[in-house]
Nanobody, 121 residues
């Protein structure tokens, strides 16, 4: 079992910044990729940003230049620095991690419980 715990969401004014954190714990042998997804009311969940163990990153076009994903491999933690926030960034943000568990050496694909980000004046 691999658990993900997110933190850092909240209410911020347009143009403001927030930093999300997600820590993975449990039976982890290795984590290949970690990332952030979001889901706004009435919309499908969409990719925001991902990073691999080789530090390759991928961003949604809508957040390029404003959001930065980073990872602390020693802490099994991924961060999302969000700057110049817009009202359309309002959503529940979910953390995802994929890797190999240490107990069965099988693949895992785990999700956090989500954290609300609201951008409003």
């Amino acid at each position: 079992q691999v658990q993900l715990v997110e933190s850092g969401g909240g209410l911020v004014q347009p143009g403001g910044s927030l930093r999300l954190s997600c820590a993975a714990s449990g039976s982890i042998f290795s984590i290949n990729a970690m990332g952030w997804y979001r889901q706004a009311p009435g919309k499908q969940r969409e990719l925001v940003a991902t990073t691999t163990s080789g530090a390759n990153t991928k961003y949604a076009d809508s957040v390029k230049g404003r959001f930065t994903i980073s990872r602390d491999n020693a802490k099994n933690t991924v961060y999302l620095q969000m700057n110049s926030l817009k009202p359309e960034d309002t959503a529940v943000y979910y953390c995802n991690a994929m890797g190999i568990d240490s107990r069965w050496r099988s693949r895992f694909d785990s999700w956090g419980q989500g954290t609300q980000v609201t951008v409003s004046s």
